[in-house]
T-cell receptor, first 115, second 115 residues
């Protein structure tokens, strides 16, 4: 099976702009989660989707949003970018059944730089 | 509230020696526990998990972890370290009894194996 893919891999944006990141999960996986990874804050949970429904949300401002499509692909959007949004954004997929016991499979990430 | 702690930012071990990467957790119910590894410029890879049953869990690349309920710990171990084990290791926890439970990652421990 193909792994989790994320596009684009690298992105440079200017403060105030918005950005959309895309994630394609492993075939058959219906759960997709997003994380922000920075050297200072570590790995922080953004949100989790299962079958097009947001199941969990982390403590991020409303500028961060996401969605999941019927084919399980997911997008996250960040509006009004700030310098502090510069980070590696990781997508992970898991579980065809929705239970919590499954491990997550991570994509390579999208490196976002805000200037 | 859930939390997970990795008390050591860095662990240094000589090749061939045993290694331990520490993790302690706090959940209101029973935990699902995971270990992941991140190599440079890569996403996280799943190593092993504890769901229920035997307290000693074996995973990929010769790693194992021991679940200790009384000490609320889930330390990662390997009997003989390899230079190729050098990477960033993350412990993660999820509350077993809450469908709204988020998965929480520790801050990460950088493992450095010297030849």
């Amino acid at each position: 099976k193909a792994g989790v893919t994320q596009t684009p891999r690298y992105l440079i944006k200017t403060r105030g702009q918005q950005v959309t990141l895309s994630c394609s999960p492993i075939s058959g996986h219906r759960s997709v989660s997003w994380y922000q990874q920075t050297p200072g804050q570590g790995l922080q949970f953004l949100f989790e989707y299962f079958s097009e429904t947001q199941r969990n949300k982390g403590n991020f401002p409303g500028r961060f949003s996401g969605r999941q499509f019927s084919n399980s692909r997911s997008e996250m959007n960040v509006s009004t970018l700030e310098l502090g949004d510069s980070a590696l954004y990781l997508c992970a997929s898991s579980s065809s059944s929705g239970t919590l016991t499954y491990e997550q499979y991570f994509g390579p990430g999208t490196r976002l730089t805000v200037t | 509230a859930q939390s997970v702690a990795q008390p050591e930012d860095q662990v240094n071990v000589a090749e061939g020696n045993p290694l331990t990467v520490k993790c302690t957790y706090s959940v209101s119910g029973n935990p699902y526990l995971f270990w992941y590894v991140q190599y440079p410029n890569r996403g996280l890879q799943f190593l092993l998990k504890y769901i229920t049953g035997d307290n000693l869990v074996k995973g990929s690349y010769g790693f194992e972890a021991e679940f200790n309920k009384s000490q609320t710990s889930f330390h990662l171990k390997k009997p003989s370290a390899l230079v190729s084990d050098s990477a960033l290791y993350f412990c993660a926890v999820r509350d077993m009894y809450s469908s709204a439970s988020k998965i929480i990652f520790g801050s990460g421990t950088r493992l450095s194996i010297r030849p």
